[in-house]
């Protein structure tokens, strides 16, 4: 099956929007571990579990696609959907379970996020969707803070050393996707970067 604009309830049978939909519905459910759990240990293990079973899935959505040829405009959306949920909320996670690993940088933190809401509204606003990046910036900052955030809870200390570099990851690409927006007529959400 190509890749087609038109969306099918019959996709959903896929087995990488399948993927996708799991990870939809993981998303949410990480506020069991995270502030519902009394058991702490249990806690943390669960959420790291569930964390690192999101990541997989993300990743091999994608690649399921392509490999059997299911790349379908629904799987495009539930996959940037499950982005645009999972990453800002890695915040939470973090100030739930490590917050001195970003001591001194929250209010950095929350700059970051309003970036992005302001990018997500900039291209709702210009284009009437919320483009989904895909360049080289987007894809390391997501692969960065996904790591980051298990290095988080398995060795604060040394996250907390690596924290200030994040930030700088984190802002460079965000300046990049909404420098793109503001500057172009159109949009290509696989653009490589600012300069293609």
């Known amino acids: 099956m190509g890749h087609s604009d038109k ?3 019959s996709d959903l049978k896929t087995i990488p929007n399948i993927l996708s939909i799991s990870r939809l519905i993981l998303i949410p459910a990480m506020i069991i571990p995270a502030f519902v759990m009394a058991d702490e240990p249990q806690a943390r293990m669960t ?3 569930m964390f690192i079973v999101i990541g997989i899935t993300d990743k091999l959505d994608g690649v399921l696609a ?16 499950a982005d645009m949920v999972f990453y800002p909320l890695i915040a939470l996670w973090l100030y739930r379970f490590e917050s001195q690993v970003a001591d001194g940088w ?3 933190i929350f700059i970051l996020l309003a970036l992005f809401f302001i990018k997500m509204g900039v291209g709702k606003i210009k284009f009437g969707y919320i483009p989904a990046f895909h360049t080289i910036g987007a894809k390391t900052f997501s692969a960065a803070l996904y790591f980051f955030m298990i290095l988080a809870m398995l060795y604060p200390e040394t996250a907390a ?7 700088v990851i984190g802002y460079a690409n965000q300046l990049e996707e909404t420098y793109i927006l503001f ?3 159109s949009v290509d959400e ?3 970067s600012v300069f293609s």
Request: a positive charge.
């Open 7 to 9: 969306i099918s309830l």
């Open 47 to 49: 959420f790291l579990a």
């Open 66 to 81: 392509r490999y059997l040829n299911q790349t379908t405009a629904l799987g495009a959306k539930l996959d940037t959907i």
């Open 106 to 108: 929250w209010l950095w």
């Open 161 to 167: 050393k690596l924290f200030p570099v994040m930030c």
């Open 183 to 185: 500057t172009r007529d």
């Open 190 to 192: 696989n653009i490589r």
